[in-house]
């Protein structure tokens, strides 16, 4: 069975910082598109960040600067660095795998290869 185990995430304060971590079960997640994506309350899906197969990496804007994605491929696991969060980065977090790069507007999890569970984030004070 593939899966996408994401693991971390949790409450903070605003500035604070979160690591999600995101393993690769059944499925190796080098040489593939890999994704952060995030659902606000009430809203679609959003990209957040992405890696490719050659690891350049790309941000929405919103999290330019504060937000870091990273694969080691020797535990088979991505990771996203949250740092500087604010309440706008409330939501709940998704890692996903896809063959090829995703352009939108549309994230749902039928666009992609595989989708891991929901991760909490919540920044408040």
């Known amino acids: 069975e593939v899966r996408l185990v994401a693991s971390g995430g949790g409450l903070v304060e605003p500035g604070g910082s979160l690591r999600l971590s995101c393993a690769g079960a059944?499925?190796?997640?080098?040489?593939?598109?890999m994704y952060w994506v995030r659902q606000e309350p009430g809203k679609g899906f959003d990209w957040v960040a992405r890696i490719s197969p050659t690891d350049t990496t790309d941000y929405r804007q919103s999290v330019k600067g504060r937000f870091t994605i990273s694969r080691d491929n020797s535990l088979n696991t991505m990771y996203l660095q949250m740092n500087s969060l604010k309440p706008g980065d409330t939501a709940v977090y998704y890692c996903?795998?896809?063959?090829?790069?995703?352009?939108?507007?549309?994230?749902?999890?039928?666009?992609?290869?595989?989708w891991g569970q929901g991760i909490q984030v919540t920044v408040s004070s």
């Open positions: 059944g499925y190796t997640i080098t040489n593939t598109w």
């Open positions: 996903a795998a896809s063959r090829t790069v995703l352009s939108g507007p549309a994230f749902a999890p039928v666009y992609f290869d595989y």
